[in-house]
């Protein structure tokens, strides 16, 4: 533990509240609060700022401060661009559920400043609000401030650290010596708030529209001892030094007081003192601080993210049409340049075009991304302008379903959007496996290398692999299987919550159970200039397991199953095609004890099948690597039929899932189709229930992708169709059934 640079100033006499570091700073000189390292894990979670923690050797109680270490310099500006994509689906999605949940919940309880629009509540995620941060070290400070008398419970509160420097506690108390400790029960709100646990409550204001903290008893004394020998909280009490009156454990949060009694006043609804009434909870509690984080997989190629925006929207068509083999008429390079240089007003575009293309192309060389973006840009602004003149007459594709699909897809779930999600496959196989596999660090498992088997040198041995291996992918229905060495996974953990760590906290009250909307909080303000937030970015390089389909089997699946509109080929181009928004809830495909009527429609059973087959292998490597099943993280690419599960942790890889293969992939395998694997410990109930419960096929909340909907055992063994379907739905046959192997 080191203390930090205090340029001239104490931030121990600072007159600031613990809180406010990693506010504005008011101070001309640098000031910061000690620090402590700890691993960039850790900071990023379980330190990240607004946690309590015990200072080292048991000294007290402190809170977590951000420190400023930009790194975005260091960061791909395509990691950067998916790290907002991701925070801006973080916060809709956040929202989403609170609000489903409490449809009156006020927005700026739903979501802190930085998340939303103060004028609409909507989601609005600005990027000079927030910083890319290095979670390398991290400040802390004393809090609370508030110390109780071990020999006689009298208790004393400060304001701030320069107040507490100002006036030292006392060595006596009470006329004896005195035995100060910090009080090591705080209050804390679902709205994000905590407080000291002093015997001072918040009033309303009227007047101010704020609210006023009431600093005396009724008597006039300001002096409380805690009484707090009961083994609950709800025994404890503060009693008046003066006048000997009690009081129980009670305090409102300032800011949900004041904004719910304000909307009161003003004829809306009126609130219940639950809603506003904070908890006591020990700083120790898992429910004082939840980081709040999320993970992706990492891409070089910035058309993971320019495609998606609707300035490239031809682009798209283009790419889309390249990928699924789609008919696409346009005008090549040289039919474009003839027509844009018989223009007479833009005869000098098309070498401006050129001009652009080739310093994009020499800035991306030169490790220049930014310029090489914004050349790109200016090239394409110079080419939609001559399809808006009629100069040039934009290509024509073979499939006006996709061509909707475009111009929907802003509605959609970005999450499970194929349009989004084939072109990362795209930029997948060229940048992870084909790239990959030139410098070693990708390996097909049927063409292995020497580290990963020593049946390379041997010619019988390898045949024999190839056999083995090749025969158990094609029970599987697995096309191809390749071993990512070298993943990229970026993680990002962007605020914190309290009391729940989802969007929905019950709160039990007199026998019952009320929603409570959970607002999702942005760390601290940095202490430089502005009021930039800390977004933590932790990278890491970890193993992973591709897995691509075999088409015609799934085709052979489909019919067999009677799903509508199933195409003789081109499954991939039908995906795109045929898809309507899944929701942020999957709300279609929730349980619905056999009343629902959704068809068997294409892409929700290619979904269910990738990603059930998914969750199963997770449940294989599991058990076969080591690799914890929480640990493992998945990513669904359905118009490709395609996924990869992948080692989701920062702490350097061990290579688990090489050795694995090296030792046991035989039975990785073959687990996977094994009947017991299949089967659940739940026995008929689970496979009357639509075969998927958390004794089966289901992963942890944070390792699915989905929810842990659209997921059923009797897609791979057959059986009673899911829950969404009516019950009078054909059973399923699975798609490990050998008689469509052929």
């Known amino acids: 533990m080191s203390v930090g640079k205090r340029g001239g100033g104490d931030w121990r006499t600072a007159n600031r509240r613990p809180a406010a570091f990693g506010g504005v ?31 080292e ?22 990691t950067i661009d998916l790290v907002f994509e991701h925070l801006s689906d973080s ?58 008398c071990g020999i006689c419970g009298s208790t004393r509160e400060y304001e701030s650290v320069a107040d507490q420097a100002r006036q030292p506690l006392p060595k006596k108390c009470n006329g004896h010596d005195a035995r100060w400790t910090q009080v090591d029960v705080v209050y804390v709100h679902w709205s994000g708030e905590i407080q000291p646990l002093s015997p001072f409550n918040f009033n309303f204001d009227p007047q101010t529209g704020g609210t006023r903290q009431i600093r005396m008893c009724t008597c006039g004394s300001a002096s409380f001892k805690l009484r707090n020998e009961a083994p609950v909280f709800s ?74 925006t609707p300035p490239r929207a031809g682009e798209l068509v283009a790419k889309l049409a390249q990928i699924h083999h789609i008919p696409f008429a346009e005008p090549s390079d040289d039919e474009v340049r003839v027509m844009v240089q018989a223009d007479p007003t833009h005869a000098g575009d098309w070498d401006d075009y050129v001009s652009f293309l080739d310093m994009a192309r020499r800035a991306e060389e ?13 090239a394409h602004e110079l080419r939609e302008g001559w399809f808006a003149a009629g100069i040039v007459e934009r290509g024509r594709l073979g499939s006006p379903g996709v061509l909707q699909a475009i111009n929907v897809r802003e509605d959609w779930t970005r999450r499970y959007d194929p349009i989004r999600l084939t072109i990362q496959h795209n930029a997948f196989i060229r940048e992870h496996i084909e790239e990959a596999m030139a410098r070693h660090a990708a390996v097909d498992v049927m063409e292995p290398d020497i580290t990963l088997t020593d049946v390379v040198n ?31 996974i970026c993680e990002f953990s962007f605020g914190y919550t309290r009391v729940s760590a989802t969007p929905v906290y019950k709160r039990e009250h007199q026998g019952i159970s009320v929603d409570m909307p959970v607002r999702l909080k942005a760390f601290d303000q940095l202490p430089v200039q502005g009021t930039k937030r800390p977004i933590y970015i932790t990278q890491q390089q970890n193993e ?20 509508v509109d199933i195409p003789d080929e081109s499954l991939g181009r039908a995906y795109l095609e045929r898809y309507e928004d899944f929701g942020p809830f999957l709300e279609m495909f929730k349980d619905r004890e056999g009343t629902g009527a959704y068809p068997r429609t294409l892409p929700a059973y290619v979904y269910l099948l990738l990603h059930t087959l998914s969750h199963q292998m997770m449940h294989s490597l599991a058990d076969a690597s080591g ?116």
């Open 235 to 308: 025994e404890w009490r503060y009693v008046c030094e003066g006048c000997g009156d009690a009081r129980s454990l009670k305090k409102a949060d300032p800011e949900v007081l004041a904004r719910l009694q304000t909307e009161q006043n003003a004829g809306g609804r009126a609130f219940q003192w639950i809603e506003v009434n904070m908890l006591p909870v020990s700083y120790r509690a898992n429910s004082t601080f939840y980081p709040q984080r999320t993970s992706f997989i990492e891409f070089q190629d910035s058309s993971v993210v320019e495609l998606m």
């Open 627 to 742: 690799v914890d099943r929480d640990g493992i993280g998945e990513h669904i690419f359905p118009a490709d039929l395609a996924f990869v599960i992948y080692r989701k942790g920062m702490t350097p890889d061990l290579g688990n899932i090489s050795a694995m293969w090296r030792n046991h992939a035989d039975e990785f395998l073959r687990r996977a189709i094994a009947p017991r694997m299949l089967r659940c410990g739940s026995g008929s109930l689970c496979d009357a229930r639509g075969g998927a419960c958390p004794a089966c096929v289901m992963v942890s909340e944070v390792s699915c992708i989905a929810s842990n909907l659209l997921l059923s055992r009797a897609v791979l063994k057959g059986g009673k169709g899911p829950e969404w379907e009516p019950k009078s739905a054909p059973d399923l046959v699975g798609f490990f059934d050998v008689a469509l192997s052929k």
């Open 57 to 78: 050797g048991g000294k007290g109680i402190c809170r977590s401060v951000p420190l400023a270490n930009d790194i975005t310099k260091q960061l791909n500006r395509t």
């Open 91 to 148: 916060a809709t999605n956040w929202r989403d559920r609170a609000m489903k949940a409490v449809p009156n919940a006020l927005p700026e309880l739903v979501l802190d400043a930085p998340f939303r629009d103060s004028r609409t509540g909507e989601v609005r995620i600005e990027r000079g609000d927030f910083q890319m941060t290095g979670p390398d070290r991290v400040g802390y400070v004393p809090y609370p401030l508030l110390y109780r």
């Open 25 to 55: 700073r008011r101070e001309a000189e640098i000031l910061e609060p000690p620090t402590m390292s700890r691993s960039r894990v850790q900071i990023a979670g379980s330190y990240a700022p607004g946690v309590l923690m015990t200072w």
């Open 544 to 563: 992973a397991l591709y897995f691509k389909l075999d088409e015609a089997r799934v085709l052979r699946w489909l019919k067999a199953n009677i799903v």
């Open 366 to 378: 030169g490790g220049r991304p930014e310029r090489a973006r914004a050349y790109r840009d200016n």
């Open 458 to 488: 041997d010619p019988l041995r390898k045949t024999r692999y190839q056999a083995n291996i090749g025969n158990l992918l094609e029970h599987l229905g697995v096309e191809r299987l390749v071993i990512v060495r070298n993943l990229p």
